[in-house]
C-alpha cells in the first residue's frame, strides 16, 4: 500500500522559513518522479514542485522559484520541500503527490502552512 505522509507544517511569519519533509512507503521510491502540490482556501489545487527519480532534475512553479527547493533521499524515502522568504499567498495544504500519468495518482494527507504576521 502507497504511502506518503507530509509534516513539518505550521505558523509562519512572512519572511520566515520552513521544511516539509514527506516520508514515502509502499513502493520503489528510487523510481519514480515526486511532486509538491498546494491548496489554498478556496482554490484548486497548484503544482508546486517535482523532483525527477534521480533527485538530478527538479522543476518549480514560477510563484516559488528561488525561494522553495525541493530534494529527496532515496536511501531513506524521503522527498523534502524547503520554503524560504515565505509568503503570506505560501499558505495552503501542501500535499507529497506520486502521479504517473494513466496509471495513478497518490496523495498523502496534506500540512497546513499559515503564513501570517
Known amino acids: 500500500e502507497v504511502q506518503l505522509v507530509e509534516s513539518g507544517g505550521g505558523l509562519v511569519q512572512p519572511g520566515g522559513s520552513l521544511r516539509l519533509p514527506c516520508a514515502a512507503s509502499?513502493?520503489?521510491?528510487?523510481?519514480?518522479?515526486m511532486s509538491w502540490v498546494r491548496q489554498a482556501p478556496g482554490k484548486g489545487p497548484e503544482w508546486v514542485s517535482s523532483?525527477?527519480?534521480?533527485?538530478?532534475?527538479?522543476a518549480y512553479a514560477a510563484s516559488v522559484k528561488g525561494r522553495f527547493t525541493i530534494s529527496r533521499d532515496n536511501a531513506k524515502n524521503t522527498v523534502d520541500l524547503q520554503m524560504n522568504s515565505m509568503k503570506t499567498e505560501d499558505t495552503a495544504v501542501y500535499y507529497c503527490?506520486?502521479?504517473?500519468?494513466?496509471?495513478?495518482?497518490?496523495w498523502g494527507q496534506g500540512t497546513q502552512v499559515t503564513v501570517s504576521p
Open positions: 503527490n506520486l502521479w504517473v500519468a494513466g496509471l495513478f495518482d497518490y
Open positions: 509502499g513502493f520503489i521510491f528510487g523510481s519514480y518522479d
Open positions: 523532483i525527477n527519480s534521480g533527485g538530478g532534475s527538479t
